[in-house]
Every structure is written in C-alpha cells, then in structure tokens.
C-alpha cells in the first residue's frame, strides 16, 4: 500500500508492508519483524540501505521504491556488459560492508573486527532499485544479531537448523550441515551467486541439473539434487564463453565469485575485501 504526505513543499511517498496473506501472527515472525526494524532504523543513514519510517507489530512504513530489484533485471534479458555487472556488484557489495560494519562489539587476539549483524538472505529480489536509481539493501526479515564472547573474544556466531530464501542461494555449510556455526560469510556466498547469475544469465547449479540422467532426475526431488551439488566439493560451472573470455573485468569478476563461493567460508573475503578488490578493478579500468 502507498501512502502519499506532504513534506514541506513537496509530495513524498512510502510504502506500507503488512504480514503476508498466507503468514500467521506467530511469535517468531514478530522477531523477524523486530529485527528487520532495528536493522533498518540503525541504517537509516547509510545511502544503499532502504529507508524506514516507522514500525509496528507486523508493519513497517518503508521507503518506496521504483518497483525494480535485481531478480527483475535478470528477467529482462538484457546482455549485460561486464562493466555494468561490475557497477552492480560493486554497489550491492558496498552495501553489505555497511550492514557488517555496524556497532562492532569488539575485537579479537588478532585486531579482527566483530560483525554484529548477519542479513542471511542476500539474494536477488533483496537487492531493489530505488526511484533516484541507485541499488539498495531491503528486508533484514532473516537478519541474525550476532553475539559477541567477551571471555574469548571471539563471535559466537549463529545455528540454522534449516535453509534461509532460496534454497540454491545457501552456501554449502547451511545447506548440508545443520549444527555448524555459521558466520557472516553466508551473505558473502549470496554475492557470489549474484555474480554468477548476471555472468550466466541463469540460477546457481541449473547447468548441472540440466546434465543429471533421467534415472537421477526421477529419484531426487529438485531441492535434495541441489543440496547434493552444493555440499559437493565441486564449485559451479561456467558456461565455456565465460570461461574462455580474455576481457579483463571478466577473469576479475570471474576471480572475485569463485572466492565468494569458495566451500569453506574462512576461505571467502570479508565485504570490506570485496569492495576494495572491486573498486580497485574499477580504478585499474578508469586509468585505461
């Protein structure tokens, strides 16, 4: 629902976003609510995180957007060129950084910085384009506050004793091994497949399904197949046009999604990594 005010000399307009039609008044999603609302009042000053406005129960009073976000975009069919997929994944990564910047709650032995808030649902439809144009962060519904172990000085990090959105967007911890401690390298996989989505133009391991016999295909459900893939040791293929490509954004932006999605997620970069691996493609491309 949008409501129009005025704001001085001029109309604004805001979003009203209810409890779903087919979602019941339940204790656990009156904590996702308040989460989603502490998350976005805390980064209300951050440019690439959505605005809110006010917050009660089961509704929130959000900025409204253009009707856009990233799963929109992908359906258009547009061939993307490598710069403009740069651009993108640079902004939607800036954005993260911010979200796992927020009140550090202290350090480690080793000057670590703890990160206090875990989106845990970085996927395509999340990521929305505002009315000014730029990309912005919404819906921390998922979002984990992260504790933080004052003895040992380290996070305590979070369990999830089952899949978060879309199950071919989980990184292969959440997917096959439900007692893992989970970390905030799960919304670093989610940049990964985002990436890989925008190279591909298709979803994360559908290459795969695509090869499986008809004997595999018959015995598996769609879900149990792509939990398989993702626990497996073998990362996701590339189609042989990507793989082969000597554009230079694109082995950079190959290189930064194959550490995204990297298995272990020590061995992921942080989002500030991230950012500052792009952004250093990007100053490298303006200085051609």
Not at 175 to 190: A, M, P
Request: glycine share 6%; with cysteine; charged share 25%.
């Amino acid at each position: 629902r949008v409501r129009r005010y005025t704001s001085g000399n001029a109309f604004e307009e805001t979003a009203l976003k209810v409890l779903r039609i087919d979602r019941e008044f339940e204790q656990l999603i009156y904590d996702n609510q308040r989460v989603d609302a502490l998350a976005s009042e805390r980064l209300s000053s951050a440019p690439d995180i959505m605005d809110i406005y006010g917050f009660c129960g089961m509704s929130a009073l959000n900025e409204l957007s253009s009707g856009l976000d990233i799963r929109k975009l992908l359906k258009k069919n547009w061939i993307w060129q490598p710069r403009e997929i740069q651009e993108i994944i640079l902004q939607a990564s800036t954005s993260l950084a911010r979200v796992h910047s927020i009140d550090f709650g202290g350090s480690s032995k080793n000057g670590t910085k703890n990160v206090m808030l875990v989106h845990n649902d970085i996927t395509h439809n999340n990521y929305v384009v505002s009315r000014s144009g730029r990309l912005k962060l919404s819906d921390f519904n998922l979002g984990i506050l992260v504790r933080w172990n004052i003895t040992s000085k380290k996070s305590c990090g979070f369990h999830r004793f089952g899949a978060a959105g879309a199950i071919n967007v989980n990184s292969p911890p959440e997917s096959g091994f439900r007692n893992t401690t989970l970390s905030e390298k799960v919304d670093i996989y989610g940049i990964g497949t985002l990436l890989f989505q925008f190279l591909t133009s298709h979803r994360l391991y559908e290459e795969e399904l695509g090869m499986m016999s008809s004997y595999e295909k018959g015995v598996e459900n769609e879900e149990a197949k792509v939990v398989r893939l993702i626990t497996s040791p073998a990362r996701p293929l590339l189609p042989k046009e990507i793989e082969k490509s000597d554009d230079a954004t694109i082995i950079g932006l190959k290189r930064i999604m194959r550490r995204c999605l990297q298995y272990n997620a020590a061995d992921r970069p942080t989002a500030q990594e991230l950012v500052n691996l792009l952004d250093a493609m990007y100053q490298s491309r303006e200085q051609q």
